[in-house]
Each structure stands twice: as structure tokens, then as C-alpha cells.
């Protein structure tokens, strides 16, 4: 024998074909994860927008008119969709 060997030559093509498509999910799978992890970042500046709003606002109107305002809001969410089994009040 002449030629260089390699592990590769003694694997059956069962094998080699199992292997080869476990490399591809792998790859699919990695794909995934980096679409995912965008997402995630991209959902991680939503929530900072919205808190740097609120500081604004805050900062605008004051931290008193903000909390009232916002206590006003939490009463017609809680009276307007309540949570299950909570029911409307009257």
C-alpha cells in the first residue's frame, strides 16, 4: 500500500452517509440558534425602548403625574380583561 490512510477508509458507507447527515442538522441547527439569539437581542431592545420611554416621561411629567397615570391604567386593564376566574366588577 502506497497511498496515505485515513479512519475514513475504514468506515462503512452506513456509517459515512449517518455521519454526513448528522454534519448537516448540525449546521441547521446552528442556523437556527444565530436566527434565534437575533430575535432575542432584537426583543431585548424592544424592552429597553420601552423602559427608556417611560424615563423620559418620567422626566418630562414628573414621577408622581407618571405613577398616578399608571395606576389609572393597571384599574381599566383589571376591570376590562380581568384575569381568568376573576370576572367583571361592577
Known sequence: ??????????IPTRDLD??????????ELENQAFILQ???QEIR?????????????????????CRAEAEAENMRSWYCDPLPGQGVRA
Open 45 to 65: 431592545t424592544k424592552a429597553e425602548d420601552i423602559i427608556t420611554a417611560y424615563r423620559v416621561r418620567v422626566e418630562k411629567l414628573g414621577w408622581g403625574a
Open 18 to 27: 449517518k455521519m454526513c447527515r448528522l454534519q448537516e442538522e448540525a449546521v
Open 38 to 40: 437575533a430575535r432575542a
Open 1 to 10: 500500500m502506497t497511498g496515505k490512510r485515513s479512519v475514513y477508509d475504514v
